[in-house]
């Protein structure tokens, strides 16, 4: 059983614990390692933690955090999805993305847009995303720079 909610400051170094464990498994062999490493093991910024409050949502399940995922209500953006490795492929990312789906469709936000890791192109295709753009991302936490794949979705 999943409940998905807002996330709470105090989870914020269990919340990159599950983002760091998710880099390693979900990343590996798409970057070199070094690069997984650097964007994996930087400490979260203060800003990042302000944010948590803000933008961030987790799936809870068995009184654990197994999922999260960021949406910026203001421009759109869909950012920091990533499940632990053991909750991986049962379903909890895509019911993440619906719920803020959702609450972007609630605020009246037509489109939603995203860097999407390149092991992750996939999985938001299945959830509705386009997009061939190939680009780059860059961490604002670490300053680490990876190639992505700019995608899209227009919300009914
Ligand atoms: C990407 C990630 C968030 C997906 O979450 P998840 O819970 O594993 O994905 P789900 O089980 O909800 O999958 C939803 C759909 O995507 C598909 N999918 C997921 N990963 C896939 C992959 N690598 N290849 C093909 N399809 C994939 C699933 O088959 C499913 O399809 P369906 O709805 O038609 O059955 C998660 O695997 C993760 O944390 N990865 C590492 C970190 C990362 O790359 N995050 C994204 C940063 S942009």
Excluded at 74 to 97: E, N, T
Excluded at 116 to 125: D, E, K, T
Aim: charged share 15%; with cysteine.
């Amino acid at each position: 059983m999943i409940s998905i909610r807002m996330a709470l400051i105090h989870e914020a170094s269990a919340i990159w614990s599950l983002r760091r464990a998710a880099i390693y498994k979900g990343c590996a062999g798409f970057y070199p390692d070094e690069t997984l490493k650097i964007w994996a093991e930087t400490p979260p910024s203060d800003q990042f933690k302000q944010t948590l409050a803000s933008d961030c949502y987790v799936a809870i399940m068995d009184a654990c955090i197994a999922g999260m995922g960021m949406l910026n209500l203001q421009s759109g953006k869909v950012d920091a999805m990533f499940v632990g490795p053991q909750h991986m492929g049962r379903g909890i990312g895509k019911q993440i993305l619906t719920l803020l789906e959702k609450l972007a469709r609630e605020q009246g936000v037509g489109k939603l847009h995203l860097d999407a890791s390149l092991n992750a192109v996939p999985f938001y295709r299945a959830c509705g995303f386009s997009g061939e753009q190939a680009a780059t991302y860059q961490s604002p936490v670490s300053g680490v720079i990876l190639d992505c794949m700019q995608m899209q979705k227009i919300l009914s």
